[in-house]
């Protein structure tokens, strides 16, 4: 089945820096990849996705790149702000029965 | 997207005794499913909550334990039966949305946290 690395499992950056979350699949049948935010006491908010048919996808301060070949995909996020401080996951889809997988999570913290 | 409301948000229990969880949603949904997310941990899928049928499990978790019922496309509840310790977790409900695209964007409630003493 699918596997899903997420690398780092926590960073700290300095307010107004970038972050940068790393993740690899195994199944070359993914074509979903969303990325998760999930603060504390809260559920995983969805704040981007990507599909396999295109290479990156942006939104303000957030950015997705995607990377088919070599079966990872990228959360960037610029100019931090300490609201940014959250767990992220990656998750990805597509192959086998269509179910998310999910990675690890990443604890980011904005040091302001 | 949907609004996706749980009861309860949290809840202690007695170790055997059982609980369940309600999942209510804004709008029509095909798909629902239930995960865990263990203290620290990332997501788990536990089952889809299929209308009019039985739910569907992953591999590790029964019927027996996670009883699910899903009546209609707006609801659903989960069971977490005979509880111990190692159930202590959060139970998320969560959807995914229709659209031409599959999968389709997959949203969460706010979590049932549980703990069990």
């Known amino acids: 089945g699918e596997n899903v690395e997420q690398h780092p499992s926590t960073l700290s950056v300095q307010e107004g820096d970038s972050a940068v979350i790393k993740c690899t699949y195994s199944d070359s049948a993914s074509n979903y990849f969303p990325w998760y935010k999930q603060e504390l006491g809260k559920g995983p908010q969805l704040i981007i996705d990507i599909r396999s048919n295109v290479g990156e996808k942006k939104d303000q301060r957030i950015a997705v790149t995607l990377n088919k070949t070599a079966k990872h995909f990228s959360l960037h996020i610029t100019e931090t702000q300490p609201e940014d401080s959250a767990v992220y996951f990656c998750a990805s889809a597509g192959g086998y029965g269509n179910k998310l997988v999910f990675g690890a999570g990443t604890i980011l913290r904005v040091k302001s | 997207s949907a609004v996706i409301s749980q009861k309860p948000s949290r809840d202690i229990c007695q170790r055997g005794t059982s609980l369940t969880i309600q999942c209510q949603v804004d709008?029509?949904?095909?798909?629902m499913f239930w995960y865990r997310q263990q203290p620290g941990q990332s997501l788990t899928l536990i089952a889809t909550?299929?209308?009019?049928?039985?739910?569907?499990?992953e591999s590790g978790f029964v019927i027996d334990k996670f009883p699910i019922s899903r009546p209609n496309l707006t609801f659903s509840t989960l069971t977490v039966s005979n509880m111990s310790p190692e159930d202590s977790s959060i139970y998320l409900c969560?959807?995914?949305?229709?659209?031409?695209?599959?999968?389709?964007?997959?949203?969460f409630g706010e979590g049932s946290r549980l703990t069990v003493l």
């Open positions: 709008s029509q949904v095909t798909m």
């Open positions: 969560s959807v995914e949305t229709g659209g031409a695209a599959s999968p389709g964007e997959l949203f």
């Open positions: 909550a299929n209308q009019g049928s039985e739910a569907t499990y």
